[in-house]
């Protein structure tokens, strides 16, 4: 049975009715309205295997990626109603990244889509920015699930009836797959023609993968509490299977690792569901809190995720190089820099070998906005022009005060000692 519910509201544009139930909370931002759902703590057995059949999680198209089964203990916290809709990213970012726009005919109801499809064409790295920017809007703090939170939203949270798919045994009642997206196969928009699962949430099978925040690893084979994955790796988690997908990569358990600045073919078929953390864990578990703050050294630790603005820098040998913002966050470190060309004529462009040294640690250039990865060049025509681009690399420990950038691994190393304190 499906928890008992009632409706809020209509929203007129897209015929959608918005059910929630009374912890849910609603958010707005430049006039675009989303709904969080609220999940309760609780523990459940994660992942699949096909070895045992009167084991736990048994599937027989489960694959040594999704095992071993193990239990999970999570925090309360909320997840999106539905995947991050177009017009969200729109109000957020002011413009629309995403393959399938339009208004052609929603499959199953006939109406337009419209911007009301959820956005896609997104690496993981542009997600961080929108969530980014969404914070700075709201004054809210929100993130992308964990694998854990969203295969437990995925299941049902505390209310699962343990289901293939989120929802139901049959996909066709909740998923967006390829026997019935259309042709060409194509997302669909977020209504409610689809049967939510336990926790009243939609499109968490199908319609568009979705980024987690973990990287991709062996699961543990013990039990664990909110789990963040390990601590770093070459690829990042999807979650949920899409339009393209067959009826086993819309599975609850099923996972997927994508590059996270991935630009190829594979990011219109990706997404991002927004999480959050609940405020509300018991007076007990606060004490302990409490207290152990307390215990703990009365030096003020540096913040976890903090902006440097004009960091001081010390040039060898270079004066067109300007570091504006050195941003730190759990999940990746950006630097952001502008070029000045001294030049009538000249390119600019990073190594694709060009990383952090932070503590003795080699931190690898990840992506790069704004500016070409060797060998292709970025052309700054004139003498005086500038190039502002930024630079993403993995996560740099919190207790950083300062690293040195490299450009390059060749002979003509450029070293830019930047402090961070």
């Avoid at 999480?275 to 009365?298: K, V």
């Avoid at 009538?344 to 990840?366: E, M, P």
Wanted: negative net charge; proline residues 4%.
């Amino acid at each position: 049975m499906k928890k008992l519910l009632f409706i809020v509201g209509l929203l007129l544009m897209t015929g959608q009715t918005m059910v929630v139930n009374a912890q849910d909370k609603q958010f707005t931002v430049n006039g675009e309205s989303f709904y969080m759902v609220y999940v309760e703590k609780g523990s459940f057995w994660m992942g699949a295997q096909n070895r045992d059949r009167n084991g736990q999680n048994y599937d027989p198209a489960a694959g040594p990626f999704e095992g071993p089964v193990h239990k999970v203990t999570l925090s309360s916290y909320y997840i999106g109603e539905f995947e991050v809709t177009q017009k969200l990213w729109k109000a957020v970012m002011g413009n629309n990244p995403s393959k399938w726009q339009g208004n052609n005919l929603d499959f199953h109801t006939g109406r337009e889509s419209g911007d009301n499809r959820p956005v896609e064409n997104v690496s993981w790295f542009d997600c961080q920015n929108f969530i980014n920017k969404l914070n700075e809007l709201t004054g809210e703090h929100f993130r992308m699930p964990t694998e854990a939170e969203w295969e437990f939203a995925a299941r049902g949270g505390n209310d699962s009836e343990n289901t293939r798919y989120s929802g139901s045994n049959d996909i066709n009642e909740v998923a967006y797959y390829t026997n019935n997206s259309s042709t060409p196969n194509r997302t669909q928009s977020n209504n409610d023609h689809l049967e939510r699962n336990e926790l009243d949430i939609v499109n968490m099978s199908g319609n568009v993968r979705e980024w987690v925040s973990d990287w991709a690893g062996d699961y543990p084979g013990t039990d664990v509490t909110n789990p963040q994955g390990p601590d770093g790796g070459e690829f990042k988690i999807c979650r949920g299977g899409c339009f393209r997908s067959n009826a086993d990569e819309c599975t609850v358990w099923k996972r997927f690792g994508f590059i996270p600045n991935i630009s190829n073919y594979q990011t219109i078929e990706v997404g991002l569901r927004l999480a959050l953390s609940a405020d509300d864990e018991d007076e007990d578990e606060e004490e302990e809190e409490e207290e152990e703050e307390e215990s703990m050294n009365t030096e003020e630790s540096l913040p976890a995720d903090r902006i440097i603005n004009n960091p001081a820098v010390n040039y060898t040998g270079v004066n067109n190089i300007k570091i504006n913002k050195v941003h730190l966050t759990p999940e990746y470190t950006a630097v952001e820099i502008t070029y000045t060309n001294l030049y009538q004529s000249n390119s600019c462009s990073f190594d694709k070998r060009g990383h952090i040294t932070a503590n003795g640690v080699d931190y690898t250039l990840t992506r790069a906005e704004g500016i070409a990865i060797y060998p292709n060049k970025t052309e700054i025509q004139g003498k005086g022009a500038t190039l502002t681009f930024t630079l993403y690399f993995p996560a740099i420990p919190a207790e950083t005060t300062s690293f040195d950038l490299i450009e390059s691994e060749s002979s003509k190393w450029k070293w830019y000692g930047i402090s961070v304190k």
